[in-house]
């Protein structure tokens, strides 16, 4: 059974651009969660998606959104990039219906270098 | 929160020797815990997960430990090896199941001496 895939694993992007960023979940996982990590904040979650809805959001600006689409395939966009932006973007799939807590697993992630 | 800071907590133990790493949480209505070790340039990797109806559970190699009473989560890895070097994060999350996101506590850096 594949594991969460993200894509890309690495991308530089220049202050003020955007950046889309890929999340495949382990198949028939239908709660996709999106985190930020970086060495001052540490993880920080900022969305979760469930059958193409989102269900939650943690405090980040708008810039940051995120959809799903009815694969489960998930996206998370930043627009405006601030050199602040720089992270390391991880995916999180879990069967998780809402209604019990099941584990996440997460992908590789996406290392953003914004310059 | 439990946002991490600048510089990691570190253990370090001899190989094969024990490890316990501790976390606490001040969310009380927090339901759900899990433990995750991330190695150097990969995502957080599901190490064993606990229920607030439990105060223990075992998996291999590893215990997880829950004191609902101090808000208190432990991590015990026994015959640590040198791939259990890594950074150690605790998880948890209230009732609602999965809308709410996990926090995250600060990680530890485990060291496995030779």
């Known amino acids: 059974k594949a594991g969460v895939t993200q894509t890309p694993r690495y991308l530089i992007k220049t202050r003020g651009q955007q950046v889309t960023l890929s999340c495949s979940p382990i198949?028939?996982?239908?709660?996709v969660s999106w985190y930020q990590q970086t060495p001052g904040q540490g993880l920080q979650f900022l969305f979760e998606?469930?059958?193409?809805?989102?269900?939650n959001k943690g405090n980040f600006p708008g810039r940051f959104s995120g959809r799903q689409f009815s694969n489960s395939r998930s996206e998370m966009n930043v627009s405006t990039l601030e050199l602040g932006d720089s992270a390391l973007y991880l995916c999180?799939?879990?069967?998780?219906?809402?209604?019990?807590?099941?584990?996440?697993?997460f992908g590789q992630g996406t290392r953003l270098t914004v310059v | 929160g439990e946002s991490v800071g600048l510089h990691l907590p570190t253990l370090s133990v001899q190989e094969g020797d024990n490890s316990i790493i501790n976390c606490a949480y001040s969310n009380s209505a927090s339901d759900y815990f899990i433990w995750y070790k991330q190695e150097s340039g990969k995502g957080p990797q599901f190490i064993i997960d606990i229920r607030s109806n439990m105060d223990k559970r075992q998996g291999q190699r590893v215990t997880v430990l829950l004191n609902k009473t101090v808000k208190h989560l432990s991590l015990q890895i026994a015959a640590t090896q040198p791939g259990d070097s890594a950074v150690y994060f605790c998880a948890f999350r209230p009732p609602r199941g999965g809308a709410d996101g996990l926090t995250f506590g600060k990680g530890t850096h485990l060291i496995i001496q030779p």
């Open positions: 198949s028939g996982h239908r709660s």
């Open positions: 998606y469930f059958s193409e809805t989102q269900r």
């Open positions: 999180a799939s879990s069967s998780n219906t809402g209604l019990v807590n099941t584990e996440a697993f």
